[in-house]
């Protein structure tokens, strides 16, 4: 039996079974399309936490170089802007 739901994200209409349940905001069903961004946001938003937890500990990996891992950091929470998501809301 068919069911279409709208993506919670782009509002499209997609058959359930299309959809994905997005990894940031449980519950939310996306299209396919949309999953993939939000696959990508999440895969960032865990490298931000990864490097964060590293210079939170100064870690030897970034010890000598805390600037260009904190650039790293400013770079992963620009593509995230540009993928239409705020960083802010799933890093603190
Ligand atoms: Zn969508």
Redesign the pocket.
């Known amino acids: 039996m068919e069911m279409p739901v709208p993506?919670?994200?782009?509002?499209?209409w997609?058959e359930l079974n299309s959809t994905r349940e997005s990894e940031l905001n449980k519950g939310k069903m996306?299209?396919l399309?949309?999953y993939s961004t939000d696959d990508s946001v999440k895969d960032k938003i865990e490298e931000i936490k990864d490097i964060q937890l590293m210079l939170d500990n100064n870690d030897p990996e970034v010890r000598g170089d805390r600037r260009g891992w904190k650039r790293k950091i400013n770079e992963l929470k620009q593509e995230i802007i540009e993928l239409g998501y705020d960083p802010e809301e799933y890093l603190y």
């Open positions: 993506c919670s994200k782009c509002g499209e997609v996306l299209c399309e949309c």
